[in-house]
């Protein structure tokens, strides 16, 4: 399987304790959001990656988040201090470079990580 | 600005059609359809440009009216598959690197 992949599936922490997810994004693809959902809603930006650049950051992704991108393959999210309302499923998806506008503009999600902080 | 989606809930019998509407306050560079099942991740089902493209997929498929800054998602003869949390996203004109903005997703629910 080549799409996207996200570790863990799950996440069970107490509030105050740090967690980090990982995302492995489709081979070759530049390109790596993260979003972040809650039950009942729409994902909702995070945060955008071209390559190892992180270019974009939403005011959702507050001072306790941090997001890296390493030479440009996989990304890993980490939350500091984490907090009841942080719990939610965080979603990653990647987005090809070729030249072709409707396959460069489409996003491929992983299966998420869902979080749930006690 | 999240675009509005409706209905809210969809409830068809196998073989039943369906619309549902995404409308946005913004321009839109482009519309995308995703599907999502309870627990996993959107699965992509078209993307339509500005222009006014109808796009088809099997029995699937959308409208995006540029002007009015609409896309409408057609289901017909709904299959039990088919059930599942639909959100548009929208890619607004000027938008930088692409991030879409969701609506609040529309339920759609096939019975046998």
């Known amino acids: 399987d080549t799409g996207v992949s996200q570790d863990p599936r799950h996440k069970i922490t107490k509030r105050g304790q740090n967690v980090t997810f990982r995302c492995d994004p489709i081979s070759e693809h530049n390109r790596l959001y993260w979003y972040r959902q809650t039950l009942g809603q729409g994902p909702e930006f995070l945060t955008y990656?071209?390559?190892?650049?992180?270019?974009?950051k939403s005011r959702l992704l507050s001072d306790r988040f941090s997001a890296e991108r390493p030479k440009g393959s996989f990304s890993t999210l980490e939350i500091q201090r984490t907090e009841q309302g942080d719990s939610a499923m965080y979603l990653c998806?990647?987005?090809?470079?070729?030249?072709?506008?409707?396959?460069?503009?489409?996003?491929?999600f992983g299966p998420g990580t869902r979080l749930t902080v006690l | 600005q999240q675009p509005v989606q409706s209905p809210q809930a969809v409830i068809l019998r196998e073989g039943e059609d369906a619309v549902i509407n995404c409308s946005s306050s913004?321009?839109?560079?482009?519309v995308h359809w995703y599907r999502q099942k309870h627990g996993e991740a959107p699965v992509f089902l078209m993307i339509?440009?500005?222009?006014?493209e109808q796009k088809g997929h099997d029995k699937i498929s959308a409208s995006f009216n540029e002007k009015k800054q609409q896309s409408s998602l057609y289901l017909t003869a709904s299959q039990l598959s088919y059930s599942g949390t639909y959100f548009c996203?929208?890619?607004?004109?000027?938008?930088?690197?692409?991030?879409?903005?969701f609506g609040q997703g529309t339920i759609l629910t096939v019975h046998p």
């Open positions: 339509l440009l500005k222009g006014g």
């Open positions: 990656f071209q390559n190892e650049a992180q270019l974009e």
């Open positions: 998806a990647s987005r090809p470079s070729d030249r072709n506008i409707l396959s460069t503009d489409t996003q491929y």
């Open positions: 913004k321009a839109l560079y482009s």
């Open positions: 996203g929208t890619r607004s004109g000027g938008t930088s690197y692409g991030k879409l903005t």
